[in-house]
Antibody, heavy 122, light 107 residues
Framework: QVQLVQSGAEVRKPGASVKVSCKASGYTFISYNINWVRQATGQGLEWMGWMNPNSGNTGYAQKFQGRVTMTRNPSISTAYLELSSLRSEDTAVYYC???????????????WGQGTLVTVSS | DIQMTQSPSSLSASVGDRVTITCQANQDITNYLNWYQQKPGKAPKLLIYDASNLETGVPSRFSGSGSGTDFSFTISSLQPEDVATYFCQQYDTLPPTFGPGTKVDIK
């Protein structure tokens, strides 16, 4: 069965960086894009960007340009999200989510990781 | 970015009731609209994609309809396990954006 398992909770000080991992299993990792979506406590869902695990190509939401980096290691079926210059407003649960189809431009999230809480506090 | 609105923001209904949530986009998104269910402390779960297609394994009491700018999501007979927040999401134009959510609970 398809599973996305994320790394554990992180605490960082303002200005620091954080790297969250998302390990995929149960399907061919390089065949489906991975997206990252975050959710502040009690708030809505915010898409951060996508990554093609085969090519490594990425696309980021304008809001996060310059602060976000999405990478992958196909040999261990793992995707990574790195967010730098953290501020308190970045405190949120970060989810990885797989695209349902391999068709470019079709953004339907059919499997999600369990979420990783990132807390930014001095 | 395309703005998505949902109504109501919350509702309370009895077990067995028919529940309908609406989602509106501020521009035409054809049928590129998905619905997710999120239970407290859990990741969202895909229920409906492309406005009306039921995801595999999702109970048939869930349905969706609409096109253009106006969409609806219906639970035909509310069950206790349906207590959750429901989000719509468009993908007509990047970035994909979500509605603010509708919290559903049992009266």
């Amino acid at each position: 069965q398809v599973q996305l398992v994320q790394s554990g909770a992180e605490v960082r000080k303002p200005g620091a960086s954080v790297k969250v991992s998302c390990k995929a299993s149960g399907y061919t990792f390089i065949s489906y894009n991975i997206n990252w979506v975050r959710q502040a406590t009690g708030q809505g869902l915010e898409w951060m960007g996508w990554m093609n695990p085969n090519s490594g190509n990425t696309g980021y939401a304008q809001k996060f340009q310059g602060r976000v980096t999405m990478t992958r290691n196909p040999s261990i079926s793992t995707a990574y999200l790195e967010l730098s210059s953290l501020r308190s407003e970045d405190t949120a649960v970060y989810y990885c989510a797989r695209d349902k189809f391999t068709i470019s431009g079709v953004v339907i999230f059919d499997y999600w990781g369990q979420g990783t809480l990132v807390t930014v506090s001095s | 970015d395309i703005q998505m609105t949902q109504s109501p923001s919350s509702l309370s209904a009895s077990v067995g009731d028919r529940v309908t949530i609406t989602c509106q986009a501020n521009q035409d998104i054809t049928n590129y609209l998905n619905w997710y269910q999120q239970k407290p402390g859990k990741a969202p779960k895909l229920l409906i994609y492309d406005a009306s297609n039921l995801e595999t394994g999702v109970p048939s009491r869930f349905s969706g309809s609409g096109s253009g700018t106006d969409f609806s999501f219906t639970i035909s007979s509310l069950q206790p396990e349906d207590v959750a927040t429901y989000f719509c999401q468009q993908y007509d134009t990047l970035p994909p954006t979500f509605g603010p959510g509708t919290k559903v609970d049992i009266k």
